[in-house]
């Protein structure tokens, strides 16, 4: 039973392009979140999808979106990438009030 | 808004010692209370959840306590081993929808 995966491993961009992370969750699971980790600090959260919509969004800007689809994997989506956005952004997924299954991440980094 | 923060930031200690590590949390209306594992560069693992209605979960070698009244929970770990060696994060479940994290306590363990 694979867990949650997440693609790319690593990436590195420069300021002002744009990017696309992708997850696919746990089977069973229909609810995913993604958050950002900084070096030496803990995930803060961006964002939470169930059933295709945007259920919860966290202090980020809108340069941050994402998508769910039918299958229930997720993207999310940051443009005009700025320096400050290089951090690891991991993708954790769940159903109902199990606990999260985290993702080894992406480590995005901007040049 | 919920603030979780984490004592220790760093520990070190010779293998065998048991161990304590600290979470304290604001809002004590929390859902659930999980503990995870992070190793340098690599996603989450789970290792405890405490549900708000239990006061403690075991797994082996680590138990975990919940108090919600005082916005509190502790790691145990007893007979440390240099594979513990470790970032753990707690972090404090807002009825199913997003996690809010502490920073963390790093952990190394000494052979």
């Known amino acids: 039973d694979a867990g949650v995966t997440q693609s790319p491993t690593h990436l590195i961009k420069t300021r002002g392009q744009q990017v696309t992370l992708r997850c696919s969750p746990k089977?069973?699971?229909?609810?995913v979140s993604w958050y950002q980790q900084a070096l030496g600090q803990g995930p803060q959260f961006i964002f939470q999808?169930?059933?295709?919509?945007?259920?919860q969004r966290g202090n980020f800007p809108d340069r941050f979106s994402g998508h769910q689809f039918p299958n229930y994997s997720s993207e999310l989506n940051v443009n005009a990438l700025l320096l400050g956005d290089s951090a690891l952004y991991l993708c954790?997924?769940?159903?109902?009030?199990?606990?999260?299954?985290f993702g080894d991440g992406t480590r995005l980094s901007i040049l | 808004k919920q603030e979780v923060t984490q004592i220790p930031a760093a520990l070190s200690v010779p293998e065998g010692e048991n161990l304590v590590l600290n979470c304290s949390f604001t809002?004590?209306?929390?859902?659930?209370l999980q503990w995870f594992r992070q190793d340098p560069g690599k996603g989450l693992t789970s290792l405890l959840l405490?549900?708000?209605?239990?006061r403690e979960q075991t797994s082996g070698r680590l138990n975990a306590s919940l108090d919600k009244s005082s916005g509190r929970s502790t790691l145990y770990i007893a007979a440390s081993q240099p594979g513990d060696s470790a970032t753990y994060l707690c972090?404090?479940?807002?009825?199913?929808?997003?996690?809010?994290f502490g920073p963390g306590t790093r952990l190394s363990v000494l052979p």
């Open positions: 999808y169930y059933e295709e919509e945007e259920r």
């Open positions: 089977s069973g699971h229909d609810t």
């Open positions: 809002d004590s209306a929390i859902y659930n």
């Open positions: 405490i549900q708000s209605s239990q």
């Open positions: 954790a997924s769940r159903v109902g009030d199990q606990p999260q299954h």
């Open positions: 972090a404090a479940d807002n009825y199913g929808q997003n996690f809010v």
